[in-house]
C-alpha cells in the first residue's frame, strides 16, 4: 500500500531552521500534486505550501510566504520543506499530503516545536 512518511521535525530556537523530508512509496509520485499541511494545537489542518506534478508551480499560504520552501525531488519520491525563520506560531504537526483527482495519501505527521 501506499506509504508517505514524513521526517525531519524537531525542537527549534526562533529564528532557526529545518528541512522537513516526505519519502513516498508505492506511489506514482509524478502523478501527484504534492502538499504540505500543519495543524497546531487546537486549531485546524491548514494547508501551508503546494507543488504541482512537474515542480514548475508552488502555492503557499502567506504566512509562510518567504520563509518556507517546498521542492519535490522526483527521482528519489521525496518531497521537501525547506522552513526558515521559524516562529513560535509555526509550531505545529506538519502532514505531507499526495494529491490527485480521484485519491488523497497522507502521511502521518512531523512535529515541529518553536518555543516562545
Known amino acids: 500500500q501506499v506509504q508517505l512518511v514524513e521526517s525531519g521535525g524537531g525542537l527549534v530556537q526562533p529564528g532557526g531552521s529545518l528541512r522537513l523530508s516526505c519519502t513516498a512509496s508505492?506511489?506514482?509520485?509524478?502523478?501527484?500534486?504534492m502538499r504540505w499541511y500543519r495543524q497546531a494545537p487546537g486549531k485546524e489542518r491548514e494547508l501551508v505550501a503546494g507543488i504541482c506534478t512537474s515542480g514548475g508551480r508552488t502555492t503557499y499560504v502567506d504566512s509562510v510566504q518567504g520563509r518556507f520552501t517546498i521542492s519535490r525531488d522526483k527521482a528519489k519520491n521525496i518531497l521537501y520543506l525547506e522552513v526558515n525563520s521559524l516562529r513560535p506560531e509555526d509550531t505545529a504537526v506538519y502532514y505531507c499530503?499526495?494529491?490527485?483527482?480521484?485519491?488523497?495519501?497522507w502521511g502521518q505527521g512531523a512535529e515541529v516545536t518553536v518555543p516562545s
Open positions: 508505492r506511489l506514482h509520485f509524478s502523478w501527484y500534486a
Open positions: 499530503d499526495a494529491h490527485s483527482w480521484a485519491s488523497d495519501y
